[in-house]
């Protein structure tokens, strides 16, 4: 019976890897190279070039999507040359762009970049369900496959879910039972094969082909069904009423909108188009004139309400400026005006355009040369230019001191308003894009409270030192490795009645302890010559050297908050 079994399963798992291999050569040889590559990670511990490593891994995790999507598109291309093309073309360009990111500085700000990247893996992600039902009729074929994937998605992650929890279990009862000692490594390598492996391969093997993936009858689910019905179109139903009446009311009051109107306007469209795609298989299989009606003329309704997003998001760009996230938001906006006006004329006949339309709005607005990213930066740099030639200043970069004095000029709000504008500069796209006015020694946090408006700030209490650019910091015995930490960080009210300050190190995934009494003692040194001071690390294999802090503790309407800039070096065994 038991040897039946395993015959049965073996012959089930060799028939499913030949399908997979058959059918997708490419993504399968990704999968199991980056099994591998996180075994060895593992095994490896603390690799020395780490750069190398995460470049690899996005590598083979891009790969893999990349190489799943082609696969399905080139099913439904005849010629063996084009195919090899496609193919070709396209993981030459991931190589490439590879090679990229490994050339590219740390030192370097990532936020183009890595907007760039995440609107180009949306776009493979979302190619995977739409790129092979191009020349269909309908979106009924694309939709089938869809929920099909993501249904076989989930299954797969459950079923290596449930292997992993049951062989890890397995494992610790050899220790329990017969006290024979496992390394915390293995079960690592029995979560990388049963929940990254296993559920890869199994959701290759799930996925609908040949005319399973082109089947055209509609696949009618009553729970999806009833969920849209009487749970989303209440809860849609729930914001246009709320929306309607605060409109209402900003109209009576001649008001304009505040800004978080805009979020619950996308919160309700997100509903819009979730009940568009819920309801599309029941309107195609029995077209019921209640579906047809809600699916036509619901973006009729909401269609108004954009004018609330519009005019919150124009008042922001007037108050504060631009940024990268209102740029971003702005266009959303226009892309819902041309959503709901599309699916109106068109009686909501197709909606696979509607992903497809933000992926490639998404993309044209990131990847190319001049993006969002770029157009917020030159726009704030262009707005400080103006503001330093109307001074009529010619000394550059500016110190601390002489940045100060220069803040001086203007009126509190102003001042303030230019400070945050170099600081948004500074934690976007790094200090690269401020070096031409300010100099490296100057603290921009510690002066934001310094231009408020009298009465808005009840108490402010700083600390502030740096170390001279040549003071020499001896190598710890037994440390090994070194890294550059440039940490800013803002403490809860809790943690400001505490007498140590413990700020979290990001990059490192560990924390730095300072205690107030070290503070107040670099404090009084003068700024420049503090010399570097020795902290504490939640990891006893760590010590951080502090070179450069602000420090400040400030009250405002009975609420403390302390904010926290940190620089220095963090020595790892």
């Keep these: 019976m ?52 995460w470049i690899l891994g996005y590598y083979l995790s891009v790969g893999t999507l990349l190489s799943l999507s082609l696969h399905l598109w080139c099913e439904e291309i005849k010629s063996l040359i084009k195919k090899s093309i496609i193919q070709t073309g396209a993981h030459a360009l991931l190589i490439a762009d590879a090679f990229y990111l490994y050339s590219y500085s740390y030192e370097k700000s990532f936020t183009e970049i890595g907007i760039a990247h995440g609107a180009g893996l949306l ?47 397995l494992v ?69 009423i709320v929306l309607y009446i605060y409109a209402l009311r900003i109209l009576a009051s001649w008001e304009l909108p505040i800004g978080w109107v805009s979020w619950l306007v996308i919160a309700l469209m997100t509903g819009c188009i979730a009940i568009e795609f819920g309801l599309y298989p029941t309107r195609m299989a029995h077209g019921k004139r ?115 004095q220069w803040l001086k000029n203007f009126s509190s709000a102003k001042a303030q308003s230019i400070n945050e504008k170099i600081i948004y500069l500074y934690e976007w796209f790094g200090k690269e894009s401020i070096a031409q006015w300010i100099d490296e020694n100057v603290s921009l946090y510690m002066l934001r409270t310094e231009f408020k408006n009298e009465g808005e700030t009840q108490g402010t209490t700083s600390y502030s030192g740096k170390s001279a650019s040549e003071a020499f910091i ?44 070290t503070l107040e003692k670099l404090n009084q ?8 001071a020795e902290l504490k690390c939640n990891s006893n294999r760590k010590i951080f050297y502090l070179t450069e802090f602000s420090v400040e503790n400030t009250t405002e309407n009975n609420k403390k908050h302390t904010q926290v800039s940190i620089n220095g070096y963090l020595f790892s065994k």
């Design 2 to 53: 038991l040897r039946h079994w395993l015959q049965k399963t073996i012959q089930t798992f060799n028939g499913a890897l030949q399908i997979n291999l058959k059918r997708f050569p490419i993504t399968l040889f990704f999968i199991l190279s980056l099994t591998c590559y996180l075994c060895y990670l593992v095994a490896a511990d603390q690799p020395e070039n780490k750069k190398l490593y």
């Design 123 to 169: 776009a493979i992600g979302l190619s995977i369900f739409f790129l092979s039902f191009l020349k269909e009729k309908n979106d009924i074929p694309s939709w089938n496959f869809a929920v099909s994937s993501i249904t076989s998605c989930i299954t797969a992650n459950l079923i290596g879910c449930v292997m992993s929890c049951g062989i890890s279990l």
């Design 172 to 240: 610790l009862s050899l220790h329990k039972l017969f006290n024979i000692d496992i390394d915390t490594r293995y079960y690592l390598y029995i979560v990388i094969i049963c929940n990254v492996c296993l559920p890869l391969l199994l959701f290759l093997g799930l996925l609908p082909s040949r005319q399973e993936k082109h089947n055209t009858f509609p696949l009618l689910h009553s729970f999806l069904n009833n969920v849209i019905h009487y749970l989303f179109l209440p809860l849609t139903g729930g914001y246009l």
């Design 290 to 404: 209640m579906d047809e009606l809600i699916a036509r003329w619901l973006p009729a309704f909401v269609l108004p309400l954009l004018c609330l997003m519009t005019i919150g998001i124009i008042r922001r760009f007037n108050d504060y400026g631009v940024t990268i996230n209102r740029l971003y938001l702005i266009t959303l906006n226009v892309w819902c005006y041309f959503v709901c006006i599309t699916l109106i004329l068109i009686k909501a006949k197709r909606i696979n355009w509607i992903p497809v339309s933000f992926s490639i709005i998404f993309l044209l607005t990131s990847i190319l040369p001049v993006n969002y990213s770029s157009i917020t930066q030159k726009t704030i740099q262009n707005e400080i230019n103006k503001e330093i030639q109307n001074t009529q200043q010619k000394k550059l970069p500016f110190s601390h001191e002489e940045y100060t």
């Design 474 to 517: 001896n190598i710890p015995d037994g440390y090994d490795k070194l890294q550059y930490v440039n940490q800013y960080y803002v403490s809860t009210n809790d943690e400001c009645e505490k007498q140590i300050l413990a700020i979290p190190l990001q990059q490192e995934n560990d924390t730095v302890y300072i205690s107030y009494q």
């Design 525 to 532: 040194y003068k700024y420049g010559e503090m010399p570097p």
